[in-house]
């Protein structure tokens, strides 16, 4: 199949994808391709992402004018032309991320191309949430200008950080995060591929294990430019503050199941959607056994809905066989149509 450009005009992708599974035929055998949506977290942010989206995609604008309306600020400002230090503050910065993934995962479904599953790295489980019709879309953005309000000031700047361990031989982790600790807080914090583990806690213990793990043989240990320690137990204060506002916003039964990040676990109904950003906040994201569950599942395709390209790139990492594709410009959609169709 050749691809033909899609200008304009919102005219479907010539695939037949309804929302379920789509099937083909080879000697008798069936196979079925499954495709799930991944949602990135902080990190792939940028001044100007969404840009080309809302200025092709009618429906891309009505999000970011929607996002407008519901913070009473002007988000889609922000995005588009920075300044890139008001965009990196983490009140800011989730509710543009969360915008830009569900103004691209509505363009993609106009389109014709729906997810049978979801997933979302740590904030992107927001944007699943929205995707797979459980969450509100102005909701979340409500939810997450505040979440990241309560994170920033759980712990007081420069008291907390994260780091980066790449390569870190298997088996040694543990033992870096005891030795490390000293009476303080380190934990892990994301595990990003077999390859990739982020670590978060007290700023000092954090100097310590970078330093126990790059004499431990890993390939590169360091520290992130991030404003807080995000996704360990020093988050537990914003954790409580977030359950008020979770408990006052309606979550319904999931459209499409999702795969959350603190458990790996298929959730289909509210409770579970609500529980599951409670439970994040403090806890690690599991994203290298999210990608097993999901393919597990059947999953064999892989749209990263949003900006940047982040998700994407940890797929091989976490299995080669696996390949996905990003959708956060306008640019994109032709390598999306190749991909799924």
Partial sequence: MTCQKIENSLRPFPWNCSGRARSSY??????????????????????????????RFASARAIFAEADEALEFPLTRLCFEGPTEELQLTENMQPALLTVSV????????LGVRPDFVAGHSLGEYSALVAAGSLAFADAVRLVRKRGQYMQDAVPVGAGAMAALLKLPEGKLEAILTGSAQ????????????????IAGHADAVGRAVELA???????????????PFHCPLMEPARDRLKADLDATEFRDLEVPLVNGWQAGVIRTGAEAREGLYEQVPNPVRWTDVIQKLVSLGA????????????TGLLRNIDKNLEGSKFGEAQDLEKVHAAIA
């Fill in 26 to 55: 080879t000697e008798n055998v069936r196979f079925v391709m499954m495709t799930a949506f991944v949602f990135p977290g902080q990190g792939s942010q940028y001044v100007g992402m969404g840009k080309s989206l809302a200025e």
């Fill in 103 to 110: 103004a691209a995962s509505r363009v993609l479904e106009e």
């Fill in 183 to 198: 009476g303080q807080v380190v934990t892990a914090a994301n595990y990003n591929s077999p390859d990739q583990i982020v």
């Fill in 214 to 228: 790059k004499a431990a043989g890993a390939r590169r240990a360091i520290l992130l430019p991030v404003s807080a």
């Fill in 300 to 311: 064999s395709r892989f749209v990263e809905a949003g900006a940047g390209g982040v998700l």
